[in-house]
């Protein structure tokens, strides 16, 4: 389709290939999980059944991207290994790792109930997430032990604290308790005051828990003798090891054994560059508009299977908005977004600190908040019609350098709007006439935005600029001063009152900046 002048500002969107021979992991990790498992009164320190729904989503992000041949998590995190050879996504760090954590948020809000049928989610679950390179096999086996070695620091910990609580101490006594203590005087703690061998906990606490993907025989139906039909399939198995890391326990793996290699030695000591490694995150430029970006991944199938009204539907263009004011109402730091058919984009601050301006931090954040909020809110907007299956979001972020190329790169984003909604109205109107799709097609190729206008007006009696506002511009969503916001009280400034809403004016234009000019200040 047509270009437009202010596609210049592509050229600022940066490349981040993961480069073989480098493995590539992803690992995402709640956000605030202490509050959300107490708004959920998730048993502590263990919940089976919140682990267990951690492990469900899991396998499921296992079952949808066949590239990823091993995870392993515990309590509210779980790290996603890709087969060596992997190309997926031609190895883009932040398509890969902002799909999974929108993928896995997305299911954990739609398998909520098979886990919790008698409690509500209460409010969307974001994780963090980033993408870990893995230089040899050697670095990923340290990885491995690294991450099975703090699930067992952690896991001892907090079954200490939690029995501590449990038996009156407050929650700072307890801490003293436990301050300086080493393994074994846990261990001893653990069993001399509450009788508990720590060894016989279950191992799914102490060990944490892997899947990968096994070939198994499955009865798909049954023939008219009623004997069963089989056929190979592959299925995500869990199990649970003490050595993760080990030779015993890897090596015996045929599967992994061809997607990623054998591990030659065991490791004796996990070394403390890597560990700075799997820690290391890229910070964004300071001083720069930072742009989050998200787009429904394949929407033209969720939208056909769904079966959204043609060219646009309502309630599916007014859930996506109600999901970007949820995140506006989250995260303070977000000035301003924008969004049309499946995309968003969030606007941070130029002098935003949010996660100090770690990218993978920030686009996860906002692009798993913002898959939960969908799950979540998708029967206030069709409350006839089920959600077949979990949608997935990839995000990007993008830094511009000044407030010109900002609003350069928003109306991009609204003339991509208004091109390609004139387009589709035309086309849809042509189809619903009685054309085929290709008909359609040829008969709009080449031809300008008046006649298109004029095909509407002649043929169908549609005036362009009568259709309703958010299909033509698209929907901008940001936070309204309130009148009184600027009332010193007390001599103190308090919280400035404001309402998050939702508009749909021309962004393109100075008349918007120069009416709300608050937003970009
Ligand atoms: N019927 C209908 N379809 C919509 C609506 N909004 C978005 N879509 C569909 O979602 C697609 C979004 O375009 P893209 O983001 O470029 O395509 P995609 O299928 O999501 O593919 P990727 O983003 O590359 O994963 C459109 O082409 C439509 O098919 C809507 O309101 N109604
Ligand atoms: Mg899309
Ligand atoms: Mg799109």
Same mark, same amino acid.
């Given at each position: 389709m047509a270009n437009s002048k202010y596609e210049?500002?592509?050229?600022?969107?940066?490349?981040?290939?993961?480069?073989?021979?480098?493995?590539?992991?992803?690992?995402?990790?709640?956000?605030?999980?202490?509050?959300?498992?107490?708004?959920?009164?998730?048993?502590?320190?263990?919940?089976?059944?919140?682990?267990?729904?951690?492990?469900?989503?899991?396998?499921?992000?296992?079952?949808?991207?066949?590239?990823?041949?091993?995870?392993?998590?515990?309590?509210?995190?779980?790290?996603?290994?890709?087969?060596?050879?992997?190309?997926?996504?031609?190895?883009?760090?932040?398509?890969?790792?902002?799909?999974?954590?929108?993928?896995?948020?997305?299911?954990?809000?739609?398998?909520?109930?098979?886990?919790?049928?008698?409690?509500?989610?209460?409010?969307?679950?974001?994780?963090?997430?980033?993408?870990?390179?893995?230089?040899?096999?050697?670095?990923?086996?340290?990885?491995?032990?690294?991450?099975?070695?703090?699930?067992?620091?952690?896991?001892?910990?907090?079954?200490?604290?939690?029995?501590?609580?449990?038996?009156?101490?407050?929650?700072?006594?307890?801490?003293?308790?436990?301050?300086?203590?080493?393994?074994?005087?846990?261990?001893?703690?653990?069993?001399?005051?509450?009788?508990?061998?720590?060894?016989?906990?279950?191992?799914?606490?102490?060990?944490?828990?892997?899947?990968?993907?096994?070939?198994?025989?499955?009865?798909?139906?049954?023939?008219?003798?009623?004997?069963?039909?089989?056929?190979?399939?592959?299925?995500?198995?869990?199990?649970?090891?003490?050595?993760?890391?080990?030779?015993?326990?890897?090596?015996?793996?045929?599967?992994?054994?061809?997607? =990623?290699?054998?591990?030659?030695?065991?490791?004796?000591?996990?070394?403390?560059?890597?560990?700075?490694?799997?820690?290391?995150?890229?910070?964004?430029?300071?001083?720069?508009?930072?742009?989050?970006?998200?787009?429904?991944?394949?929407?033209?199938?969720?939208?056909?299977?769904?079966?959204?009204?043609?060219?646009?539907?309502?309630?599916?263009?007014?859930?996506?908005?109600?999901?970007?004011?949820?995140?506006?109402?989250?995260?303070?730091?977000?000035?301003?977004?924008?969004?049309v058919?499946?995309?968003?984009?969030?606007?941070?601050?130029?002098?935003?600190?949010?996660?100090?301006?770690?990218?993978?931090?920030?686009?996860?954040?906002?692009?798993?908040?913002?898959?939960?909020?969908?799950?979540?809110?998708?029967?206030?907007?069709?409350?006839?019609?089920?959600?077949?299956?979990?949608?997935?979001?990839?995000?990007?972020?993008?830094?511009?350098?000044?407030?010109?190329?900002?609003?350069d790169?928003l109306a991009w984003r609204q003339v991509d709007c208004h091109i390609n909604?004139?387009?589709?109205?035309?086309?849809?109107? =042509?189809?619903?006439?009685?054309?085929?799709?290709?008909?359609?097609?040829?008969?709009?190729?080449?031809?300008?935005?008046?006649?298109?206008?004029?095909?509407?007006?002649?043929?169908?009696?549609?005036?362009?600029?009568?259709?309703?506002?958010?299909?033509?511009r698209g929907?901008?969503?940001?936070?309204?001063?309130?009148?009184?916001?600027?009332?010193?009280?007390?001599?103190?400034?308090?919280?400035?009152?404001?309402?998050?809403?939702?508009?749909?004016?021309?962004?393109i234009?100075?008349?918007?900046?120069?009416?709300?000019?608050?937003?970009?200040?």
């Amino acid at each position: 389709m047509a270009n437009s002048k202010y596609e210049y500002v592509k050229s600022f969107e940066v490349e981040d290939e993961v480069m073989p021979p480098n493995l590539i992991i992803v690992r995402i990790e709640a956000f605030n999980f202490d509050g959300f498992s107490d708004i959920h009164d998730f048993e502590k320190p263990n919940d089976e059944k919140a682990l267990a729904l951690m492990s469900s989503c899991a396998a499921a992000v296992l079952e949808e991207y066949p590239d990823i041949v091993f995870s392993y998590g515990f309590n509210d995190e779980y790290s996603f290994v890709f087969k060596r050879k992997t190309k997926f996504y031609q190895r883009r760090a932040s398509k890969i790792m902002s799909l999974i954590v929108s993928f896995f948020s997305s299911v954990y809000a739609t398998k909520w109930k098979e886990f919790f049928p008698h409690k509500e989610m209460k409010c969307p679950l974001s994780f963090l997430a980033r993408v870990l390179c893995c230089a040899s096999l050697e670095v990923l086996q340290a990885y491995l032990a690294w991450r099975q070695n703090e699930c067992h620091i952690r896991n001892l910990h907090n079954t200490c604290l939690w029995m501590l609580i449990k038996s009156g101490k407050s929650a700072k006594e307890a801490v003293e308790v436990l301050q300086g203590t080493q393994k074994q005087e846990k261990n001893e703690l653990l069993f001399q005051q509450f009788g508990i061998n720590y060894r016989m906990l279950p191992e799914m606490f102490r060990q944490g828990s892997c899947i990968f993907m096994t070939q198994a025989e499955d009865v798909v139906k049954y023939n008219e003798h009623g004997v069963p039909v089989k056929r190979m399939r592959r299925k995500p198995m869990m199990i649970h090891d003490e050595h993760i890391a080990g030779r015993n326990f890897w090596n015996g793996q045929q599967y992994l054994l061809m997607e =990623l290699g054998a591990f030659e030695n065991d490791i004796k000591k996990i070394k403390a560059e890597y560990v700075r490694s799997f820690l290391f995150e890229n910070k964004l430029m300071p001083s720069t508009w930072i742009v989050i970006r998200i787009d429904g991944c394949h929407f033209h199938r969720f939208s056909e299977v769904h079966e959204f009204e043609k060219p646009n539907d309502q309630q599916a263009l007014n859930l996506m908005n109600s999901c970007a004011v949820a995140v506006l109402e989250e995260f303070k730091d977000i000035v301003f977004s924008y969004g049309v058919s499946d995309e968003y984009s969030f606007v941070l601050n130029k002098d935003s600190k949010f996660y100090q301006r770690q990218a993978s931090q920030i686009v996860s954040v906002i692009v798993s908040f913002f898959s939960s909020a969908y799950v979540m809110k998708w029967k206030d907007f069709f409350p006839f019609k089920e959600l077949k299956y979990s949608p997935s979001f990839d995000g990007r972020t993008v830094c511009y350098p000044s407030t010109e190329i900002l609003r350069d790169y928003l109306a991009w984003r609204q003339v991509d709007c208004h091109i390609n909604n004139q387009y589709n109205t035309c086309f849809w109107m =042509l189809v619903k006439s009685g054309k085929s799709k290709s008909e359609a097609q040829s008969y709009l190729k080449g031809t300008q935005a008046r006649e298109k206008n004029e095909l509407l007006i002649r043929q169908f009696n549609i005036n362009y600029d009568t259709l309703p506002e958010m299909f033509r511009r698209g929907s901008s969503v940001f936070r309204m001063k309130g009148e009184d916001s600027m009332m010193p009280e007390n001599g103190r400034l308090e919280e400035v009152k404001q309402k998050v809403i939702i508009d749909h004016s021309n962004i393109i234009e100075d008349s918007f900046w120069k009416e709300h000019p608050s937003i970009l200040s």
